[in-house]
T-cell receptor, first 113, second 115 residues
Framework: DAKTTQPTSMDCAEGRAANLPCNHSTISGNEYVYWYRQIHSQGPQYIIHGLKNNETNEMASLIITEDRKSSTLILPHATLRDTAVYYCIVRVVERAAGNKLTFGGGTRVLVKP | NAGVMQNPRHLVRRRGQEARLRCSPMKGHSHVYWYRQLPEEGLKFMVYLQKENIIDESGMPKERFSAEFPKEGPSILRIQQVVRGDSAAYFC?????????????FGAGSRLTVL
């Protein structure tokens, strides 16, 4: 799976949009971009994933650049409960690998009042 | 749908004892993954299982650790002769059969403390 690079930490203001960047310059054509988060002491929580097109769900939006070498997770209106470590993961979808995810260091997001 | 259920949520063992952690996947999911998170560290993949088969155990320590996912019942992660370095949060995840970009659903974790 391609390596990802994320900022170690970032702060954002409550009620504002939080834009979390992720670089994956070695991504290949059959690799998806996934975002998960881990709120303190809890199990990781799925947020969103995409291949080429931008995606949106009730939690967030995922913007993938046209060359697919980077992406941005957008939390439209950050709340204090969004304080967590956010992981950007790139994964090949193939039978042998299953759905195994390899977690990096992630971005520690602190939402401030 | 109760989600991925892990038990016990907290387990305390003395050095040398055995620890057994259980994971019941989501209904309809036939794939189980175990991860370990040491204090203040990231999530590390341990093992990937389907019913009655270990598919990928590349992250499992060579000794004392084993995992199974029997035809009936939960998946079990077993740690024999625990040491203080085994103290960690152990997370289980499950997914449906492989078909496209399936999502892993994680449980709340089991926290092992070795005295």
């Amino acid at each position: 799976d391609a390596k990802t690079t994320q900022p170690t930490s970032m702060d954002c203001a409550e009620g504002r949009a939080a834009n979390l960047p992720c670089n994956h310059s070695t991504i290949s054509g059959n690799e998806y971009v996934y975002w998960y988060r881990q709120i303190h002491s809890q199990g990781p929580q799925y947020i969103i994933h995409g291949l080429k097109n931008n995606e949106t769900n009730e939690m967030a939006s995922l913007i993938i650049t046209e060359d697919r070498k980077s992406s941005t997770l957008i939390l439209p209106h950050a709340t204090l409960r969004d304080t967590a470590v956010y992981y950007c993961i790139v994964r090949v979808v193939e039978r042998a690998a299953g759905n195994k995810l390899t977690f990096g260091g992630g971005t520690r997001v602190l939402v401030k009042p | 749908n109760a989600g991925v259920m892990q038990n016990p949520r907290h387990l305390v063992r003395r050095r040398g004892q055995e620890a057994r952690l259980r994971c019941s996947p989501m209904k309809g999911h036939s794939h189980v993954y175990w991860y370990r998170q040491l204090p203040e560290e990231g999530l590390k993949f341990m093992v990937y299982l389907q019913k009655e088969n270990i598919i990928d155990e590349s992250g499992m320590p060579k000794e004392r650790f084993s995992a199974e996912f029997p035809k009936e019942g939960p998946s079990i992660l077993r740690i024999q002769q625990v040491v203080r370095g085994d103290s960690a949060a152990y997370f289980c995840a499950s997914s449906p059969r492989i078909a496209g970009a399936n999502v892993l659903t994680f449980g709340a974790g089991s926290r092992l403390t070795v005295l």
